[in-house]
């Protein structure tokens, strides 16, 4: 399943109009965080949320007409006091502001939707849209009337192993608006009759990720079992930045794990960056239980970052 973004980049390739709804601030209850997405085609054709299904209606309509004039943004706000939003069911007890871009064919979006594995902000001010291409430091001041949106790059998940675990997991990974990823030498487990064939990769997980180093946006799942496999998957995730790196198995399986690691030359403090055993401790039992324990953590370490 892909994100809001991923669809937006799709569509932009076939050079389709859209807008680019973005909640700019929220307040009290809000269901949605600054810098939630939601991406509108036409009337009936959207992607992504601003607010959980509240204001939904009256934002498309925003869009709409922004799509048919000739400003670049429009600036939108929905709360309990707002008799447009009440229209429309905003009954949280929250505010939000929430920003349109107009999004079409043009050299800055071209340089935006080519960067999507690590996008560069924007910095939307009344009708006028800039590409950043390195975030703003944190003692730069920004003048209120600027917003800069930094969108979120789409994430990946690695799976190291093609069990039965990793096919529990990625239905609970694409409900999320995550990828995933299947890595597994062993054909007769990888394969797409278990798994999508866009989600396998059929090698030995060192060699891949030796040309494929994983970045902030990625994460390391190693479930395989074998510590041919695990272990070399874990020795290079170490090299690279994953926001994630988990191994299945007990505390008895991972300290040996840790001494094997440690022969091959990873430092004490790279070893800690390894969740196991892996997942929240929410007395799981069973592969599915144990999978959602996987993306409770997952999910909690990534909103961490």
């Given at each position: 399943m892909?994100?809001?973004?991923?669809?937006?980049?799709?569509?932009?390739?076939?050079?389709?109009?859209?807008?680019?709804?973005?909640?700019?601030?929220?307040?009290?209850?809000?269901p949605?965080?600054?810098?939630s997405?939601?991406?509108?085609?036409?009337?009936q054709l959207?992607?992504?949320?601003?607010?959980?299904?509240?204001?939904?209606?009256?934002?498309?309509?925003?869009?709409m007409?922004?799509?048919?004039?000739?400003?670049?943004?429009?600036?939108?706000h929905?709360?309990?006091?707002?008799?447009?939003?009440?229209?429309?069911?905003?009954?949280?007890?929250?505010?939000?502001?929430?920003i349109?871009i107009?999004?079409?064919?043009?050299?800055?979006?071209?340089?935006?939707?080519?960067?999507l594995?690590?996008?560069?902000a924007?910095?939307?001010?009344?009708?006028?849209?800039k590409?950043?291409?390195?975030l703003?430091?944190?003692?730069?001041?920004?003048?209120?009337?600027?917003?800069?949106?930094?969108?979120?790059?789409?994430v990946?998940?690695?799976l190291v192993?093609?069990?039965?675990?990793?096919?529990?997991?990625?239905?609970?990974?694409?409900?999320n608006?995550?990828?995933?990823?299947v890595?597994?030498?062993?054909?007769?487990?990888?394969n797409d009759?278990?798994?999508?064939?866009?989600?396998?990769?059929?090698?030995?997980?060192?060699d891949?990720?030796?040309q494929?180093p994983?970045?902030?946006?990625?994460a390391?799942?190693?479930l395989?079992?074998?510590?041919?496999?695990?272990?070399?998957?874990?020795?290079?995730?170490?090299q690279?930045?994953?926001?994630?790196?988990?191994?299945?198995?007990?505390?008895?399986?991972?300290?040996?794990?840790m001494?094997?690691?440690?022969?091959?030359?990873?430092?004490?403090?790279?070893l800690?960056?390894?969740?196991?055993?892996?997942?929240?401790?929410?007395?799981?039992?069973g592969?599915l239980?144990?999978?959602?324990?996987?993306?409770a953590q997952l999910?909690?370490?990534y909103?961490?970052?």
């Open positions: 892909l994100s809001p973004l991923e669809h937006a980049q799709q569509y932009y390739r076939t050079a389709t109009p859209m807008v680019l709804a973005v909640v700019s601030h929220s307040y009290s209850s809000a949605c965080p600054v810098g997405l939601m991406v509108i085609i036409n009337q959207f992607y992504g949320s601003v607010s959980g299904g509240c204001v939904e209606g009256a934002v498309i309509e925003e869009a007409a922004l799509l048919g004039q000739n400003n670049l943004t429009k600036q939108l929905y709360g309990i006091s707002n008799a447009r939003a009440w229209e429309y069911g905003l009954a949280c007890g929250g505010e939000i502001d929430i349109l107009k999004c079409q064919k043009s050299p800055l979006f071209d340089a935006f939707f080519a960067q594995h690590q996008p560069p924007l910095l939307v001010s009344d009708n006028n849209i590409l950043i291409g390195e703003l430091g944190p003692n730069q001041a920004v003048p209120q009337n600027i917003f800069v949106w930094r969108a979120q790059a789409p990946i998940l690695y192993g093609a069990v039965h675990m990793a096919q529990i997991l990625l239905p609970l990974i694409a409900q608006h995550w990828q995933a990823r890595i597994d030498p062993r054909a007769a487990f990888n009759g278990r798994f999508p064939a866009s989600q396998i990769i059929l090698e030995y997980p060192g891949y990720f030796a494929n994983l970045k902030p946006s990625h390391l799942v190693c395989s079992h074998d510590s041919k496999i695990d272990d070399e998957a874990l020795f290079h995730g170490l690279g930045t994953p926001f994630y790196i988990g191994a299945l198995g007990g505390k008895k399986t991972h300290l040996a794990r001494e094997r690691l440690s022969k091959m030359g990873v430092s004490a403090q790279l800690q960056k390894i969740h196991a055993p892996i997942g929240l401790d929410i007395h799981s039992q592969p239980e144990i999978a959602i324990s996987i993306m999910i909690k370490i909103h961490e970052i």
